[in-house]
Each structure stands twice: as C-alpha cells, then as structure tokens.
T-cell receptor
Framework: AQSVAQPEDQVNVAEGNPLTVKCTYS??????LFWYVQYPNRGLQFLLK????DNLVKGSYGFEAEFNKSQTSFHLKKPSALVSDSALYFC????????????WGAGTKLIIKP | DAGVIQSPRHEVTEMGQEVTLRCKPI?????LFWYRQTMMRGLELLIY????????DSGMPEDRFSAKMPNASFSTLKIQPSEPRDSAVYFC????????????FGPGTRLTVL
C-alpha cells in the first residue's frame, strides 16, 4: 500500500539555523513527490515537487528538497530559517496511473524561534 | 487568477440541519478534490472529480455526505443531516489533471455543528 510518513509531529529551530523536515514514502513504481505548507487559517500552498531529473529540487520561499531513492526519502530543507517559516508542512506522493490522488503525510509543525 | 473560491468561509449550524459547501475551481482545471481537516484525523480526501465525473468517493464518511459537480466551474458538498462530529475545515482543491501536477487549494470552509 502507498504511504507517506512524517516522523516528527513538531520541529523547533532557531532563526537563522538550517532546518530539515523529514518525509519518507512507500509507493510502487516511480513516485511523484510534493511539499505543501499551511499557514494558520489558510489552505495548503504548493512549495515544490519532484517528478524526474535532478534529485535536488528548489521551490518557493528558499526551500529545497532532496529525493533519495535508496532511502525512499524526500526531506525538506532550508539553509537559514525565518520566523515567518513557522507553519504546518505536508509531504505527499502520487504515481503515474494513480488517478490523480495524492497520499498525504500527517503534517509536521515547524516552529522557528527568534 | 482568483484561485479556488470557496463559500461560505464559516458556517455555524445546529445538529440535524442541512449544510451545503460550495467551490469554484480555477478556470481550465479539470480535476477537483474535496478534503476535510481535523486535529484528530488530519487531512482526509473525501471525493475527487475528473472532468466533472466522480472518480473515487471512498473517502466520503457516510451516506449523509454527497458531492456534485454539475459543470466545470462549480461543485458542492452537502451534509444532510449534519452532526457535531462533522465539525471541521473543508477544503476544495483543483488541478489540471495530471498526477504530477500540483493541487491548488481554496481557503477552506470552517464548519461548526452545534
């Protein structure tokens, strides 16, 4: 069965430090991987995606993610965290032939402290 | 582009009443998704449409829930009769119909059933 795991419910990082939000997946075939962010009282916003090609994907707001096929991971990273990055982050996966569905992780709350 | 539009933004109703949530997807998008988000269960896919046709409604919790998409620019999610456990934020999202294309979320409808 397809699944996405975000092992950390919450990640705390000091402003200016690098941040990592972890995501691992289980899917048959080649995955399409996504990160979304949700600010308080807002809908989810697309950050970045991996479809094929370069394993390092760059997205909005200075975020990037690295696809690691051997570890089935797609961790979200940012070199220097901002207080405004504090939000809920969701990882999701789909695959060709899955009828457009995204399988969602449970979300990780990222808190950036000044 | 106005993005995905949802109405109402907030709905407070009493148990047993009918509730109708509305969604206007982004023009040109041919896939539409209804999600429900709660603290306890996280983000759940209720139903999705492709070219106005329901593809998978296995996430619809009960027969009290129904969704329609009469045309490419409008969808409704109806709960009849509503129950307190239906209280949640309901999101509509649209995409242009490829499994690797990102979904665009509306701002959500916060439903409270008393």
């Amino acid at each position: 069965a397809q699944s996405v795991a975000q092992p950390e419910d919450q990640v705390n990082v000091a402003e200016g430090n690098p941040l990592t939000v972890k995501c691992t997946y289980s899917v048959s075939g080649n995955p399409y991987l996504f990160w979304y962010v949700q600010y308080p009282n807002r809908g989810l916003q697309f950050l970045l995606k991996y479809i094929t090609g370069d394993n390092l994907v760059k997205g909005s707001y200075g975020f990037e993610a690295e696809f690691n096929k051997s570890q089935t991971s797609f961790h979200l990273k940012k070199p220097s965290a901002l207080v405004s990055d504090s939000a809920l982050y969701f990882c999701a996966v789909s695959r060709k032939g899955s009828n457009y569905q995204l399988i969602w992780g449970a979300g990780t709350k990222l808190i950036i402290k000044p | 582009d106005a993005g995905v539009i949802q109405s109402p933004r907030h709905e407070v109703t009493e148990m047993g009443q009918e509730v109708t949530l509305r969604c206007k997807p982004i023009s040109g998008h041919n896939s539409l998704f209804w999600y429900r988000q709660t603290m306890m269960r996280g983000l759940e896919l209720l139903i999705y449409f492709n070219n106005n046709v329901p593809i998978d409604d296995s996430g619809m919790p009960e027969d009290r829930f129904s969704a329609k998409m009469p045309n490419a620019s409008f969808s409704t999610l109806k709960i009849q009769p509503s129950e307190p456990r239906d209280s949640a934020v309901y999101f509509c999202a649209s995409a242009n119909g490829r499994t690797y294309n990102e979904q665009f979320f509306g701002p959500g409808t916060r439903l409270t059933v008393l």
